[in-house]
């Protein structure tokens, strides 16, 4: 056994060794168990040494690798910038485009619906001098151009032709300080004039301070210079203070709030209706038309409509009797028998006969009669036939005397 | 059997000039073996083929006198190596304890200090490693992992042009006893 150990003592070293080693993966095999203490010094000798590694590397090569990496975010860097001002030059250019676009369907639907024969045109180039606001258009006499002519868009007017040349015409804008048309406003119907003031904003002139003109109000031509048709907006106003004379109203214009790149040329121009007040300032609000239910009045109460003073009283009953006796006022000769005035009730008193188709005033002083009379009479057939188009706001059975219309004045307007 | 044929098989020069690396090199070698093997790779991982504990091992087995040292030298290298992995303790053990016997034996027949001979001993033992401890894989652990034959010829190669390298520096770092 010795001779054995000492002549192959490595080999006996080794598989020993190894048959050790079999027996530890065995017995983790087998166990399923771990051999924590080795692991645990292996891990506890080796992390060290590699945090250290770790924090030297960060701070120098990971310094440098940042430095290149820096390197590469500042070309990045400008790589992006440079892709990101085309990306924005391309955005700007499409919004651009589809601005154009939209304005030019606008046009053309403007130009479709409007009564006014219109024609098409391109801005394409601004005129000389430091305060004239002209623009030259690409539509010229051969199209049927002339001097004169009034320039607008769907928003408002623009200008008014000042030279038409052949193939393209030169356009005073209504900011030019010798520009002038005539205005109006919409709610209060405030008649001035409209001049350029050499910037963005106009000026409402020849308007009396005692008028009333509200901030935000729109001022629409009024036709009144024979240039620009009845009826195209004009712009709303921004200030109207009281001046020496005349109210200083500053309107801006609408017509070129989006830029002015396509414009319409009025050939003929139609009238129009300024709009109600619906598309005015949304600035305050106005309660719709009272109903049915809302219009009936308490009786007793003043009708709307009917006779309000003695006076107006005493004339329908001095025409009542004079239709009684057939009589005509004004007609008879001078000497001619009048009427016979002499029994005609008392004003408070009873009515004469067939006075129940007359205005009454008060219903107490009729006790015998309904106070919901059964006929309405009729309307005045010139007030009838003009406000066909307007029907009676209230037409309750409590009101009969009271089928008029109101004033379109005093209409209530509906904010929409 | 010619002059230098017969001083390839007889002398042992690393054994003749009796240079002996330092205990702490000894021990921190290793280390920065082990420390490279799970550390490098994690930055340049092209560099995972290579196996420095095995070439550690085979070179100190080269060195050194006896097979003794250098299968405890190589068990102890295993033996880290495995507590840093997930394997049970010992399967690189055991691959490092024969490798470095192996080495130890061949190195009394050889000029290790031969760069053929060294070529051809780190290629040779770096395929028996990885062969040995597949076939311990599977018979211990009844792992059916495969065996890249070709891949591990390369790596082989690879790794005995590197064991070149790196013999040469630790044969700087020796000092005369």
């Not at chain 1, 046009?107 to 391109?122: C, G």
């Not at chain 1, 319409?264 to 305050?284: C, D, F, K, T, W």
């Amino acid at each position: 056994m010795d001779f054995f150990l000492s002549r192959y003592r490595h080999l006996t070293v080794l598989l020993i060794v190894i048959a050790a080693q079999l027996v530890l993966i065995a017995y983790q095999v087998k166990t399923n168990n771990d051999i924590p203490l080795i692991r645990v010094w292996a891990v506890t000798a080796v992390t060290p040494v590699e945090q250290s590694l770790e924090f030297v590397r960060r701070y120098t090569w990971g310094f440098v690798e940042d430095y290149f990496v820096l390197l590469g975010v500042r070309n990045a860097n400008e790589k992006l910038e440079r892709e990101n001002g085309q990306l924005k030059i391309e955005n700007n250019y499409l919004k651009a485009e589809l601005s154009t676009a939209d304005r030019g369907r606008a046009l053309s639907v403007f130009q479709a619906r409007s009564p006014s024969k219109t024609l098409a045109a391109r801005v394409i180039g601004n005129g000389t001098g430091a305060n004239s606001r002209v623009v030259f258009v690409d539509r010229g006499s051969t199209t049927g151009v002339e001097s004169g002519m009034a320039v607008v868009t769907p928003d408002g007017i623009v200008g008014k032709v000042v030279d038409a040349y052949p193939t393209s015409s030169l356009v005073m804008l209504i900011t030019d300080p010798t520009f002038a048309a005539g205005v109006v406003s919409q709610k209060n119907r405030v008649h001035g004039t409209l001049k350029g003031l050499g910037h963005a904003e106009c000026l409402v002139d020849y308007v009396q301070n005692e008028e009333h003109v509200d901030i935000g109000e729109w001022f629409f031509t009024s036709g009144d210079d024979r240039i620009f048709p009845k009826g195209f907006p004009v712009g709303q106003v921004t200030a109207a203070p009281n001046g020496k004379t005349f109210k200083e109203i500053y309107v801006s214009p609408s017509g070129m709030q989006g830029g002015l790149e396509a414009v319409l040329i009025v050939l003929r121009g139609v009238h129009q209706e300024i709009p109600g007040a619906e598309i005015a300032s949304p600035a305050y609000s106005i309660l719709p038309a009272p109903t049915e239910a809302t219009a009936q009045t308490p009786q007793g109460a003043p009708q709307p409509g009917a006779l309000a003073t003695d006076a107006d009283r005493l004339r329908a009953i001095y025409k009542e009797v004079g239709a009684e006796q057939n009589h005509t006022y004004g007609e008879g000769p001078p000497g001619s028998k009048p009427p016979d005035f002499t029994k005609i009730p008392s004003l408070h008193g009873v009515l004469p006969p067939n006075a129940a188709q007359a205005p009454r005033v008060n219903a107490k002083a009729q006790p015998s009669q309904p106070a919901q009379a059964p006929a309405p009479p009729k309307p005045a057939p010139a007030l009838s036939s003009a406000k066909t188009d307007n029907p009676p706001a209230s037409v309750g059975a409590a009101a009969p005397a009271g089928p008029n219309p109101p004033p379109a004045a005093n209409r209530p307007l509906v904010n929409q | 059997m010619t002059e230098y044929t017969e001083r390839l098989l007889t002398e042992t020069p690393r054994k003749g000039t009796a240079d002996r690396l330092r205990v702490v090199w000894l021990v921190v070698i290793p280390l920065l073996a082990i420390l490279s093997q799970v550390y490098v790779p994690r930055f340049i991982s092209a560099l995972s083929y290579l196996e420095l504990p095995l070439l550690i091992t085979v070179h100190f087995a080269l060195s050194r006198g006896g097979p003794i040292p250098a299968l405890f030298y190589g068990m102890f290298i295993g033996l880290v190596q495995d507590s840093l992995s997930h394997q049970p303790i010992g399967m690189y053990g055991i691959v490092k304890t024969l490798v470095g016997y192996f080495a130890a034996s061949v190195s009394m027949r050889f000029d290790v200090q031969n760069p053929v001979v060294t070529f051809i001993l780190a290629f040779f033992f770096y395929f028996f490693h990885q062969f040995f401890y597949w076939v311990l894989s599977r018979a211990l652990l009844g792992e059916t992992l495969g065996f890249d034959a070709q891949q591990t010829l390369v790596f082989g190669l690879l790794n005995a042009a590197v064991a070149l390298v790196l013999f040469r520096l630790l044969d700087k770092l020796k000092v005369a006893s």
